[in-house]
């Protein structure tokens, strides 16, 4: 087994972007003390985080990753990060992670309360082991989000295209499903749109078109999902960025959760009642999800 | 200037409420590293917290601010805290804080991920100088908080009543009302009532009635505006909690928005119309809330 570790960055680059702060980091070691009782990121959940996956130390889809951590950060009128000072720190964790399925997580926080700069770190741990689900799928419940389509467009100071670190709505959305019985859940927004899981991208199959929802519904722009859709095209499916009805998810042939670790899990099940499900198909898209992408 | 520091809390007490967990915290310096990067406060936002306002020494409503920490908990399905220990790290605190104003945190995570417990701990600093806003007031601004009144009950996984940790909708509506050139903000649900303010209450008067909005809309019940009311009542006005629509508040005679730190601000205008103030009545709010309140 990896060890689990981080690269505290410091000093974090703010702004100007300097090549000579590519290396500017620290190892310590994931259980030990690293951060202090004033970080923003542990008081009010004040920053912006994304979840990449390893596989045998080769770091997946590192550039959508950062590109989307740039894209939360603006959000959060957050200071653009140092791309290049974070895909070092990652190349650098990859590297040291060995063989098999693992997880590096960028965490950029607003910093200490009143202190100057941001605090950023990245963390590398071994992957939980999700074979099972991945053959098996999840059974879903349905849970309304509480806000409806337009709401991220009327209202941006809700952050809901951003990836933060203030996730405890996500967690009780995964109690929840687990206290009905399921593994996991959707997120119907108010008025009855489909948007997403708490940690992953919904993707559902009618005959050969696959939909997901548009991420302009203030959803994230799952990358996992972005690598299967240029998978499915490039063998000929049709893949398309739909406003999806939650009517519409009994419809569907096939539907699958995906995300950058966990990858795609069929789901069999959606409040209690079973989907199809392509076991041969699902099968494939986890074998090109385990390849090496960039 | 009294010092930044922290009492670690070791064991957290489990549901237990053992009596003699009640003095087991270790005093941190609040800038030392004390919190792993696994922290699930710190990855997720995931735990809750309250704010407790120190005046010469004297922590005000300790009772209720842990009565609200034992809420917040049970609605994130968190333990129940042992009411006893934390209590005392409090009282400890306050010994060491010195005269003048102080703000002592209390945070329990849902501790580090895949860990046996919960986190816990308790911070205390001197307080910003608010002499100036209690006296000149706030000027807020309207801000969209996505949600209908009817969202709490029917999403509790949306956590409406908890104080968590995930605050970065909170900071981004304060920074989207700086941008606006105001001071705070006030939320509206998305159906037109008026909600709370990012880090407080509001309360307005109409004629001797003074009016908050009713907790069961999912917003936090303030600790700082029930014992206000208390005060209200006994000098003989009439205090209530009500659904109030948004087109209410330019109608009201006068409004504050209220916290445990900050106390009672008066607001002086509302999306940029002026609203009347008294400032002899703001100014005997403000001695009552400085006054030693348990």
């Known amino acids: 087994m990896t060890g689990r570790f981080a690269f505290m960055i410091d000093p974090v680059d703010i702004e100007e972007q300097r090549s000579d702060y590519a290396d500017t980091f620290t190892q310590v070691d994931a259980a030990a003390p690293a951060l202090s009782v004033g970080e923003l990121s542990t008081q009010r959940g004040d920053g912006v ?28 009128d957050l200071p653009a990060p140092n791309l290049a000072q974070w895909h070092q720190a990652i190349d650098e964790a ?37 074979s099972a689900v991945r053959e098996n799928g999840v059974r879903v419940v349905t849970l309304d989000r509480g806000y409806d389509l337009g709401a991220a467009e009327r209202a941006p100071w809700l952050l809901l295209g951003a990836k933060t670190l203030s996730y405890a709505v996500n967690m009780a959305a995964l109690r929840e499903a687990h206290r009905r019985g399921a593994d996991d859940a959707i997120f119907l927004s108010s008025d009855g749109f489909v948007l997403e899981a708490p940690t992953a991208s919904l993707i559902l199959r009618f005959g050969d078109r696959f939909v997901t929802p548009a991420p302009n519904g203030g959803i994230l722009h799952g990358t996992t999902q972005l690598s299967m859709y240029e998978h499915l095209a490039a063998q000929g499916f049709e893949t ?23 990858l795609a899990a069929a789901i069999t099940a959606i409040d209690g009642v079973s989907l199809p499900v ?3 198909l699902t099968a494939d898209l986890n074998r ?3 390849s090496p992408r960039d």
Request: proline share 9%; charged share 20%.
């Open 49 to 76: 985080f994304e979840s990449i996956g390893v596989v045998d130390g080769h770091a997946q889809e590192v550039v959508p990753h950062l590109e989307r951590l740039a894209h939360s950060a603006r959000l959060c």
């Open 94 to 130: 990859a590297a040291q992670l060995g063989s098999g399925e693992s997880v590096i997580k960028l965490i950029l926080s607003r910093g200490v309360e009143h202190g100057p700069t941001p605090t950023a770190w990245v963390t590398a741990a071994p992957a939980p082991d999700f």
């Open 240 to 262: 398309a960025y739909d406003r999806i009805p939650a009517a519409d998810l009994p419809r569907a042939d096939a539907a699958w959760l995906v995300s950058s670790v966990r």
């Open 278 to 280: 392509d076991p041969s």
């Open 288 to 290: 090109y999800l385990l």
